[in-house]
């Protein structure tokens, strides 16, 4: 299963026109990635491009529906970099057995509730790369701000197999 996995997942992207970036190191006092038993929990991450925002600014104040979709899904392409880094070409995505859990934090306007929308962009983006696998629950939060200006922080957690 894990070289069919593995084939899967790298084809799909490959389909998307997507190639990982490396992952981003950590800027303070925490790990990008953390593994206990089967699970694996990847650290926030923001729609960096090459070490810069891909957008910044807030929800409903200067930033479109459609620009935050699209950094929640470059967040998710950040995430699944810290997945492939966390766990090695050798299996990376192979090795996912289950998108288990998103989070989405929303930097927007206290009157912005198209939250939902936005995180899609992330949602979309595990479905299209895990298919079933990639159905996950989900939080999805308005803050009024977040690191950089960003506008939009992705964290997930991850079932994998055992090694």
């Known amino acids: 299963m894990s070289g069919l996995a593995s084939w899967s997942a790298s084809e799909r992207l490959a389909e998307l026109g997507i190639v990982l970036p490396v992952a981003a ?10 593994r206990t038993g089967s699970l ?3 650290s926030g991450q923001l729609p960096l491009i090459e070490g810069r925002l891909a957008a910044n ?4 104040g200067g930033i479109t529906v459609e620009a935050g979709a699209a950094a929640a899904r470059q967040c998710m392409i ?13 299996c990376g995505l192979g090795s996912v057995k289950r998108v288990v859990r998103l ?8 009157d912005f509730i198209q939250h939902a929308t936005v995180m899609n962009g992330a949602s979309d983006l595990a479905v ?29 957690l991850f079932e994998i197999e055992s090694w």
């Open 40 to 42: 694996l929990v990847v």
């Open 78 to 90: 950040n995430v699944l970099a810290q997945v492939q880094a966390a766990l090695g070409r050798g």
């Open 57 to 60: 600014g807030k929800l409903g």
């Open 103 to 110: 989070g989405g934090f929303i930097a927007c306007t206290p």
């Open 25 to 34: 190191a950590p800027v303070a006092n925490y790990v990008a990635t953390v």
């Open 128 to 156: 299209a790369v895990f298919g079933e696998a990639g159905r996950h629950a989900r939080s999805t939060i308005g803050v009024p701000s977040l690191p950089l200006d960003a506008p939009v922080e992705v964290e997930a």
